[in-house]
């Protein structure tokens, strides 16, 4: 893996090429730049005590619930000494590690982090039920001597909210939550932990709580090229995550209406089009499946939430969600966008005028796939707030 690649100075370079209008230049480098933010992998390694909630959080960030085909494996003894992959289902080189209960080894935690290959970690998080303990303190000061980064993640604190409730005569959910997670930081600081990151959560209930904190701490805190996969592979289960993956989508669109420009450009008449419909195609179908809204995808919120298949779509309003992308439910939807249909006649006729061929229909072809994929990506998005509003039994007016 190359992991000096960096982000930043390849975009600079597609913009001096486009600007020296060295388009097979600026290609070539747009589709280094895509494949990698799209394909580079992510290790994340889930370690803490048995019983702690590891495999159920493991589930939970997958969109899996515990009973599903696939889920790890729950609420059981810790037999396992092997740290164990579970891909992502939609981004399979995003990989969440269930790492045996640090208290069920006899390693040290240097020893433990060797069996578990803790090389491969792109970074860790330490969850407990209850304060954490010298196992974590110490496996957090191993990591530490590694250079990788750790948070610490409080689970089951929907079990603490109602202890809470029930007990407290004048209940706040906030200062609830803000005691413990000043109780969690206070004494790993005396346990010679400095400005840990502590974030309290519940595995059932991940869109409540600091799990968008901790998206946004990760966020920040990877280099860009690994952020991408980790936002593609969070579960779309609040505004400010549908609102991230619209942004990062967002980014690409010139990107891909440059690849599909210089297609047009190549002499072959009738066939940039099919081309055209074909990277829409791939890319619509990205935006389908990032948002969560393909069959699978939805089948698992359904199994997840408990809110029916059915009753999940009939909130949907976009053609595309729930359903197969194809070349003829792309053109016909491209119909309606408004423009579209004109630039389409545009660069069909142009092709036929020989000096303004490749010109124009390079032109119109980046236009017509900018204004497409924003019109579909503002589709999936708006899908994507009343699903999940469905799916957390909100109101679904957006
Ligand atoms: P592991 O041994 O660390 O992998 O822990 P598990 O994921 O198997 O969880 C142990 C038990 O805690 C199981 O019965 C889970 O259902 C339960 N559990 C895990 N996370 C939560 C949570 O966030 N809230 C509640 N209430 N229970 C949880
Ligand atoms: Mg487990």
Not at 81 to 102: F, K, M, Q, R, S
Not at 206 to 222: C, G, I, S
Request: charged share 20%; aromatic share 8%; net charge neutral.
């Amino acid at each position: 893996m190359d992991i000096t690649f960096d982000c930043e100075s390849l975009k600079q370079e597609v913009k001096k090429a486009l600007e020296k209008n060295d388009q097979g230049g600026a290609v070539a480098m747009i589709q280094k730049y895509l494949d990698k933010v799209n394909n580079t992998p992510q290790n994340i390694a889930i370690t803490g005590e048995t019983g702690s909630g590891k495999s159920t959080f493991v589930n939970a960030f997958r969109g899996i619930s515990n009973n599903d085909n696939g889920s790890a494996p729950t609420g059981c003894v810790e037999t396992t000494l092997e740290a164990t992959p579970y891909h992502h289902p939609n981004y399979p080189n995003v990989i969440l590690w269930d790492l045996p209960g640090i208290g069920s080894t006899n390693f040290p935690a240097d020893k433990y982090l060797q069996s578990a290959g803790f090389k491969d970690f792109d970074f860790f998080i330490i969850i407990s039920d209850t304060r954490f303990r010298e196992n974590d303190v110490m496996l957090a000061l191993e990591i530490q001597k590694l250079g990788k980064k750790f948070y610490f993640v409080c689970s089951k604190i929907d079990n603490d909210l109602q202890a809470e409730e029930r007990s407290q005569s004048e209940f706040s959910a906030e200062n609830t939550l803000a005691r413990i997670r000043q109780n969690c930081v206070r004494s790993l600081e005396q346990q010679r932990i400095e400005s840990p990151q502590v974030f309290v959560l519940s595995s059932f209930e991940l869109q409540k709580h600091d799990f968008p904190l901790l998206h946004k701490t990760l966020e920040r805190e990877l280099p860009e090229h690994k952020r991408y996969a980790l936002l593609m592979a969070m579960p779309s289960i609040n505004r400010e995550i549908i609102k991230k993956k619209k942004e990062a989508f967002q980014a690409q669109i010139k990107y891909y209406a440059t690849l599909s420009a210089a297609v047009a450009g190549v002499p072959l008449p009738g066939l940039s089009f099919a081309v055209d419909i074909g990277l829409l195609v791939t890319v619509v179908t990205q935006y389908v499946v990032g948002f969560g809204l393909d069959i699978p995808s939805l089948q698992r919120l359904a199994n997840s939430t408990g809110v029916s298949f059915k009753d999940l779509i009939a909130v949907k309003k976009s053609p595309l969600a729930a359903t197969a992308v194809t070349a003829g439910l792309m053109l016909s939807l491209l119909g309606q966008c408004v423009g579209i249909t004109a630039m389409v006649v545009a660069q069909e006729w142009c092709r036929w005028i020989p000096i303004l061929r490749i010109l124009l229909a390079r032109k119109c072809c980046f236009i017509t796939t900018c204004r497409g994929l924003t019109y579909f990506l503002d589709m999936l998005a708006d899908d994507a707030h009343r699903v999940f509003k469905q799916a957390l039994c909100l109101n679904t007016s957006v």
